[in-house]
């Protein structure tokens, strides 16, 4: 009889790691085959954007690339804000990308002619593959380069700066940019026979210093190359495959930068680069008000809308926020962009009825 019973488990153990197998390995064929990819943008992506050329950002080697999913995220206005931010204080007029699953009547006729709205591919979605609903939508960070491809007019661009929606850009972004460049030694890929075997690479700050333990890196901002991040950024998103009942994006991401700094991983180098004055994280009033009165901003602010926001006053929100898109008296009348916060769980049912709609 025990050997019986013993016989069952293993048949039993066999069945449910075939089961998973064959799953796992469904999800990762999706992921890994960019030719199929971009056969599937074409069929299912709609993109809202201008009847211009293809010509219109010849020569743009630069695109910043936004996320925004769900139904609260949609009815808020912190993408209008971080665009807002981008061109104000930014001053960055090149493309950039929004990707959501609202519907792009939501954002028709909201951005100037060089901000492209795209819906996402439905395949890409797997709502009943991850345990979190914030990890079935931050995983799109991983396809950014899947969808800069799907639109001709972006041909030229090389850089890709991901941005989390609840970020504001403090400071020009190209003069950044460049000292960012400088000091860590950001370059694209030799062109070189040598260039076939060097690792691929993604740039991400350190996070806030009491986060650190959990976390080393912020996935909130990072930047990627066209070409040589690409195997990077699919690394990154099988070890979410790998890894379902994960409640961060950023704990696969870690474990690369873990690997990195251990000297184990060759083929996908991760840069945490130091915070220093370059990217904020208001945690009280008190820094809303010391940057206001001192008109001192970090190129990157990142108000976190998910949890330290909810600490702060909608009057101080409210308050500093039109200070750093620099509002006008008119706009600040209409009260658009005051305290915002998104909760990724309602998010979800939003979307599925999106998705069967």
């Known amino acids: 009889m025990l050997r019986t019973k013993q016989y069952k488990d293993v048949l039993l153990l066999i069945a449910v790691s075939l089961i998973l197998f064959i799953i796992t390995n469904t999800l990762l064929k999706d992921d890994n085959s960019h030719a199929d990819t971009k056969r599937r943008l074409k069929v ?29 995220a949609a009815q808020s206005t912190l ?16 493309p950039v990308i929004v990707l959501t699953d609202a519907p792009l009547q939501r954002y028709k006729g909201v951005f100037d002619e060089n901000v492209i709205v795209m819906n996402h591919v439905r395949k890409h979605l797997k709502l009943n593959y ?19 491809d799907f639109v001709p007019e972006l041909k030229d661009v090389e850089w890709v700066y991901y941005m989390d929606i609840d970020i504001l850009l403090g400071a020009p972004l190209v003069p950044f940019i460049q000292e960012l460049e400088s000091k860590y030694n950001i370059q694209p890929p030799d062109l070189d026979e040598s260039a076939v075997s060097a690792p691929s690479k993604l740039y991400f700050f350190k996070n806030m210093e009491y986060a ?23 690394i990154w998103r099988n070890r979410m495959n790998k890894r379902p009942t994960e ?63 909810k600490k702060f006053t909608d009057e101080a929100t409210e308050e500093f926020v039109a200070n750093v898109l620099m509002l006008s008296k008119e ?27």
């Open 79 to 94: 993408v209008e804000r971080a665009v807002m931010s981008i061109r104000r204080r930014g001053e960055f007029i090149g």
């Open 44 to 72: 299912e992506t709609v993109v809202l954007k201008s009847p211009d050329s293809t010509d219109r950002f010849e020569g743009e080697k630069r695109a910043i690339f936004l996320i925004s999913f769900g139904e609260e």
């Open 212 to 234: 650190r333990r959990s976390f080393y890196a912020n996935s909130g901002f990072f930047i990627a190359h066209r070409e040589s991040s690409r195997e990077c950024l699919t």
């Open 331 to 357: 706009e600040r009348k209409e009260h658009k962009y005051g305290k915002e916060i998104v909760s990724p769980s309602k998010s979800v049912e939003w979307t599925k009825k999106l998705k069967t709609s």
């Open 247 to 309: 409640k961060f994006d950023q704990a696969s991401i870690n474990s690369i930068v873990r690997r990195t700094l251990d000297g184990l991983n060759n083929r996908c180098i991760v840069t945490a680069m130091e915070l220093e004055n370059y990217e904020s994280y208001p945690t009280h009033e008190e820094q809303f008000i010391e940057m206001v009165e001192n008109e001192s901003y970090t190129p990157l602010i990142h108000i976190l809308n998910s949890c330290i926001s």
């Open 130 to 148: 991850f345990k979190y609903e914030a990890v079935k939508y931050k995983r799109f960070k991983t396809y950014i380069m899947d969808y800069i």
